[in-house]
């Protein structure tokens, strides 16, 4: 059972590059999600999507764009890399609003 | 504003003694309170609560809610480094179309020596 699964683990980006980080599931869950989490800080919801087709802005979600073309997949792109942009990204799901998420191991990027 | 708040930030405490971590939270709109165990990568989940007074146990991990007082506890007792993490509390919202949508405390750093 891989649960969600995230890539890359690490990556460097220079100011101004743009990249995607990777997001899926094969719990056939509905609901995704993207967080930040800054040192010392809670998580920060950047985006979410109740189902393929559908997504909306979380608590932060400037600098980010994301899409949801199928049920498995949420990936995150970000297209002008800023410093501060540095952060540790978790991508969660659930199979419906009520129930807890569980998260990936985290994508690590730093912007220099 | 949504808030969750946690207390203490960060803990250190010897292999054996018994921990309580708190969580008090201002939301408008209360669903749920999750908590989460993260130690190098991924949040795991811990507990569910949604009604106050009923305790939810696992192994030597508790937890209550107070929806009264708006707040919740997390109890380790007899603890091990294993236990060492730092613990995530998060309220879930319960309107509109951010129904589910979690908010984040900034989380204990527990420490456990041996």
């Known amino acids: 059972n891989a649960g969600v699964t995230q890539t890359p683990k690490f990556r460097i980006l220079k100011i101004g590059q743009s990249m995607t980080l990777q997001c899926t599931q094969d719990?056939?869950?509905?609901?995704m999600y993207w967080y930040r989490q800054d040192p010392g800080m809670g998580l920060k919801l950047i985006y979410y999507?109740?189902?393929?087709?559908?997504?909306d802005k979380g608590e932060v979600p400037n600098g980010y764009n994301v899409s949801r073309s199928t049920t498995e997949d949420f990936p995150l792109r970000l297209e002008l890399a800023a410093p501060s942009q540095t952060s540790v990204y978790f991508c969660?799901?659930?199979?419906?609003?009520?129930?807890?998420?569980?998260f990936g191991d985290g994508t690590r990027l730093s912007i220099l | 504003e949504d808030k969750v708040v946690q207390s203490p930030l960060s803990l250190v405490v010897h292999e054996g003694d018994t921990v309580t971590l708190n969580c008090s939270y201002e939301?408008?709109?209360?669903?749920?309170l999750l908590w989460y165990k993260q130690e190098k990568k991924a949040p795991t989940f811990l507990f569910m609560l949604?009604?106050?007074?009923i305790e939810k146990k696992s192994g030597r991990l508790s937890s209550i809610l107070d929806k009264k007082e708006l707040f919740s506890i997390l109890n380790i007792t007899a603890t091990q480094t294993g236990d060492s993490a730092v613990y995530l509390c998060?309220?879930?919202?319960?309107?509109?179309?951010?129904?589910?949508?979690?908010?984040f405390g900034k989380g204990t750093k527990l420490s456990v020596k041996p």
């Open positions: 719990m056939n869950h509905n609901y």
């Open positions: 998060a309220v879930a919202m319960n309107y509109g179309g951010s129904q589910g949508n979690l908010i």
């Open positions: 939301v408008t709109n209360f669903r749920s």
């Open positions: 999507s109740v189902g393929a087709g559908i997504t």
């Open positions: 969660a799901s659930s199979y419906s609003r009520g129930e807890p998420q569980h």
């Open positions: 949604t009604s106050s007074g």
